[in-house]
């Protein structure tokens, strides 16, 4: 793995005087991958992406791009490029002018950038026209559009996304998360992307990072992620979950307050103590015949309507409720205040070995 | 918002007051620089350019002019280069004694004037400097130079910060992102730092007073000649060098607007 990763960070520290904003950090990044840091804010993403592209300068640790030494390279001189938050377009500068920024610092000839910034335009689905616009001309989606085009007539070696899409609203996120991924399939580029948004992770990324108060949590793909959280942190932040905690005598016999387990399952440490986790969707209302590996009774607090599915929040015998989610077409009629059997099965659930 | 009905008159008697003791002035200086008569006296009973003509062919008026607008100007080129850097050091850089600066700076500007120029002279004085009015540039340039840049220091809190740092990241060096992106930013800014310039540097008399020496600027002769020996000559100066400022201001709109004309056309014909 580590032999052909194209950007590797080693023991990298972050100190803004007393504050420590990165605590050491490891990671590989491969190319042609499209790898999310995912982070509360004050997690650290911010900080460790202007170290990336030459912003800021690392207090140690190394940082390596192929076979080369980066750390101490001026932002200027390193073949990454950044779509910042605020898209730093140049407002006194037409669409044309801003698309061809990097070409123009290359000396290379008119008619080329000219040519190449057309071309980006196309790639990026607007019309040529576009080309003579003032930013100010644009709408917001556009100018992600022309944003990403300058960053791409840059052709670096690595492209880094500062949440770009964290000002738009609902639905024009969703379709440029699309065009995003699509984007990446099509140009084959390393793409390196912060959020805070988990939605935004899960529908475009390879890989997810993790992180939180400076350190990396977990790295992962997606499914592992959402699937397989190594801690308490990871499973929240990950969506909605179901937290119950519970102690192993044998390593493989389960036990916790309220809960009915009918299995063995391995996972915990002898007289171990941990979490285990079981997503809203894939906990069932039970009746008095069937059978599940575990098995825990509550009542209905609350309904949500989400949309195409409903939510249910059930008081459980641990002091957090119970999160169900099922499909609008499996409905529990007059679901508040009724009392409830809910089961679960062995091959849905996952055990975070951490008290 | 439409303004309501105590609003309106407020602003009705605001706008009597601007032009009673602004603008009604101004033009009783404007007959004064045309009557024949010596002295103003309504009506007028004679109207003549005489003083204006006068004025054109005396050799002491051009001296005033040269020396007022030589002044003038090399105070606005200096001040506007001064704002330039001052401004980035004031509102973009973040350095150590930044919040020093940036409340020195204000310093002079709170100084009364007449202090100020006082206080210069004392100092050209015991440098054995003669003052002429090559020191009354240094002496505006201590008060017009921290305005100028607080001018244009507002202008550049105005831009994202993140415009310098992508041209950076993109492979542009310092002095090409200050050619190619602080300073087209900033131009609105040092273009009417420069107006201010000039025309405080135009129109100041206690810091000339105090430095010019021998030499006198417009303001100081009209002074002068207020408090020994009126002469008609007051008005008509007065009043040129109203027009004077007038015609400067006019000039350098023009020169900006044409050169946004310019610059969009160039972008449509890209």
Not at chain 1, 218 to 238: C, H, L, T, W
Not at chain 1, 297 to 322: C, F, H, T, W
Not at chain 2, 34 to 40: G, Q, T, W
Request: glycine share 6%; net charge neutral; with cysteine.
């Amino acid at each position: 793995m580590t032999e052909s990763a194209l950007l590797r960070l080693r023991g990298v520290v972050k100190k803004f005087s007393a504050f420590t904003a990165l605590h050491g950090v490891d990671l590989d990044i491969h190319e042609g991958e499209f790898f999310t840091i995912v982070g509360p804010s004050g997690s650290g993403k911010s900080t460790l992406i202007r170290l990336l592209v030459g912003m800021d300068e690392v207090t140690s640790g190394e940082i390596h791009l192929r076979d080369q030494r980066i750390d101490q390279t001026p932002a200027n001189l390193r073949p990454t490029c950044m779509v910042f938050q605020s898209l730093a377009l140049f407002p006194h500068m037409s669409v044309g002018q801003n698309i061809e920024f990097p070409l123009k610092l290359r000396k290379e000839p008119a008619e080329k950038r000219r040519d190449r910034a057309l071309e980006l335009l196309d790639l990026l689905r607007l019309p040529r026209d576009y080309y003579h616009k003032r930013i100010s001309q644009c709408s917001g989606g556009e100018r992600q559009r022309v944003a990403l085009a300058r960053a791409l007539a840059f052709d670096p070696e690595i492209l880094f996304f500062d949440e770009p899409l964290s000002a738009l609203d609902y639905r024009l996120r969703k379709t440029l998360e699309k065009e995003l991924k699509d984007l990446h399939h099509r140009t084959g580029k390393t793409f390196v992307y912060i959020t805070h948004s988990l939605e935004e992770a899960m529908v475009m990324s390879d890989r997810i990072a993790i992180m939180n108060g400076g350190r990396f949590e977990q790295i992962a793909v997606a499914d592992d992620i959402y699937g397989k959280p190594v801690s308490r942190f990871v499973a929240e932040f990950m969506g909605e979950v179901n937290l119950f905690e519970v102690t192993s005598e044998d390593g493989k016999t389960l036990s916790a307050p309220g809960l009915t387990v009918n299995t063995t399952q391995d996972g915990l440490p002898a007289n171990g103590k941990g979490l285990l986790m079981i997503r809203p969707e894939y906990v069932q209302f039970a009746s008095a015949t069937d059978r599940f590996d575990y098995l825990v009774e509550g009542q209905v607090q609350e309904e949500y309507a989400l949309g195409s599915r409903i939510q249910y929040e059930i008081k459980g015998p641990q002091e957090d409720l119970i999160t169900i989610e099922k499909l609008r077409e499996n409905r529990l009629e007059n679901a508040v205040g009724q009392h409830v059997r809910l089961g679960f099965n062995a091959d849905h659930i996952h055990l975070i070995g951490e008290a | 918002m439409p303004a309501s009905r105590s609003t309106r008159i407020v602003l009705f008697i605001y706008g009597l007051l601007v032009i009673g003791f602004l603008y009604l002035p101004l033009v009783s200086v404007g007959f004064a620089s045309v009557s024949r008569a010596r002295y103003l006296s309504f009506p007028i009973k004679r109207y003549s350019s005489k003083w204006y003509a006068d004025a054109l062919a005396s050799s002491t008026v051009k001296d005033l002019l040269w020396t007022s607008l030589s002044v003038a100007v090399i105070v606005t080129i200096i001040s506007v280069v001064i704002a330039f850097f001052g401004a980035l050091a004031f509102a973009r850089y973040n350095w150590r004694y930044r919040t020093a600066f940036q409340k020195l700076i204000l310093l002079p500007i709170f100084f009364p004037q007449t202090v100020l120029g006082l206080a210069l002279l004392m100092w050209f004085n015991s440098l054995g400097i003669i003052p002429t009015w090559k020191t009354a540039v240094v002496a505006h340039l201590v008060w017009i130079a921290p305005i100028a840049t607080l001018i244009v220091a507002i202008r550049a809190y105005g831009f994202d910060p993140a415009l310098e740092e992508a041209a950076r990241d993109m492979g542009a060096g310092t002095p090409t992102i200050l050619r190619e992106i602080t300073l087209p930013l900033l131009m609105p800014g040092l273009v009417s730092a420069g107006l201010f310039a000039f025309l405080l540097s135009w129109g100041n008399f206690p810091l000339s007073l105090f430095t010019t020496g021998a030499d006198s600027t417009l303001p100081e002769w009209l002074y002068a000649k207020m408090v020994s020996g009126y002469s008609p000559l007051v008005p008509t100066l007065g009043i040129m060098s109203v027009v004077g400022s007038f015609v400067i201001i006019m000039a350098a709109l023009c020169v900006a607007w044409m050169l946004r004309a310019n610059k969009e056309s160039k972008i449509a014909q890209h």
